[in-house]
Structures are given as C-alpha cells and as structure tokens.
C-alpha cells in the first residue's frame, strides 16, 4: 500500500506475497498450562487441529486436544508455539536438531523463555531456510546484544521480535501491581491468596 503497489494494480486486489489461512493446520503447542490452553482455544476457533507435548511429562486428560512426543510435534506442527517455563526439561529444547525436525514452512512462535531457543541454532536455521518463520518474544538475554546472531536475520517475513512485551499491556501491567498490593495485604493479615 505505502509504495502504491495496490493503487497500481488492475484488478481489485494487489497478491506480491504468498500467504494462507490456520484453518486445517496443526498447532502444536509446548506446554499447556493457562496461557497455553487459551492459545489452544483461539487456534481452535480458527479451524486448527491443536496437538501440545508437555515437557515435564505430565498426562493431561482435561483438554480436548491430543498429547504427543516431542517428535511427532515438531514433524507435525505448521505452526509450534512455546508457552512454558524455562527448566532443566526445557532449556534449549529447541535447537539444531529439534529444528531440523520440523517442516520446511513451519512457524516457530517463543512465548515462553528465552532459554529454550538456543539463537544460534535458530538463526541457522532461518538462513539454510530449515523452518519457515519465527515470532519471539522471549530472548536469551534482554536487552537482546547487539552481537546476537538473530540480528543476522533482517527479513521480518522471516523473524519477527518484539522486545518482552507480549504481557506488558496497560491492563496487564495495572493487574499486576494491584495483585502485589493484594498479596502483601494477605500477608500483613495473616491469610493465604492464590495457592493451590
């Protein structure tokens, strides 16, 4: 639209890129706890059959999505989203050899942690064109270095960052003082909040 492609074409449609609808993909997801259920919803909702691996092993008989290995969701998956803490089972669980598990055109999505995407392995990755795309918002360290080697990428069709913000919106940010103010209250008062 900005270079007037649109205003110069002549039919009613301007089509320079490629791209498809979720509707018939597979969504894998790592780790469905609260955030990565309600991922698994939306995706749901536009018509993705939904798989997820849980990497602590964890049986999940409450969702109506299927649980898989690891195996089958990374050679599965069109698009992958991590949703999970980083821990000893998690930490660089996406790496050179994870990557080269996945389909040419796959999305790789980082909502989690930085420390399960081993950036090195990933930029590779999106240079040798092993995986379609990634999407963080997470990263190894933050602020990102500027010697990171995912600067290396500078095609936003192919890597997409955004600086940790996926939580940080005004509401978010207002629920989470107050939720602090609340917790210290209890405290002070001699009562429990939000244990399970």
Not at 32 to 40: C, E, K, S, T
Not at 81 to 91: G, R
Not at 177 to 188: H, L, P, R, T
Not at 190 to 195: I, Y
Request: aromatic share 8%; proline share 5%.
């Amino acid at each position: 639209m900005k270079e007037g492609e649109y205003s110069k074409a002549e039919g009613f449609g301007c089509y320079p890129e490629k791209f498809h609808e979720l509707e018939g993909k597979t969504w894998g997801i790592v780790g469905l706890g609260n955030i990565g259920r309600r991922v698994a919803e939306v995706a749901a909702v536009f018509g993705c059959r939904v798989i997820f691996y849980s990497p602590s092993g964890n049986k999940r008989d409450d969702v109506p999505y299927e649980q898989v290995t690891l195996p089958q969701l990374l050679e599965q998956s069109d698009i992958l989203s991590i949703h999970a803490p980083l821990t000893k089972d998690t930490k660089e669980l996406i790496c050179k050899d994870t990557l080269s598990q996945m389909k040419k055109t796959a999305v790789l999505i980082n909502v989690g942690r930085g420390g399960i995407v081993n950036d090195e392995d990933l930029t590779k990755a999106l240079e040798d064109g092993i995986i379609g795309a990634a999407g963080l918002d997470a990263l190894n360290q933050e602020p990102m270095p500027l010697d990171n080697p995912l600067y290396r990428i500078q095609d936003s069709k192919k890597l997409y960052i955004t600086p940790h913000i996926a939580w940080a919106t005004v509401e978010s940010r207002r629920r989470c003082v107050e939720e602090v103010y609340k917790n210290i209250e209890s405290f002070f008062q001699g009562t429990v909040r939000n244990k399970v």
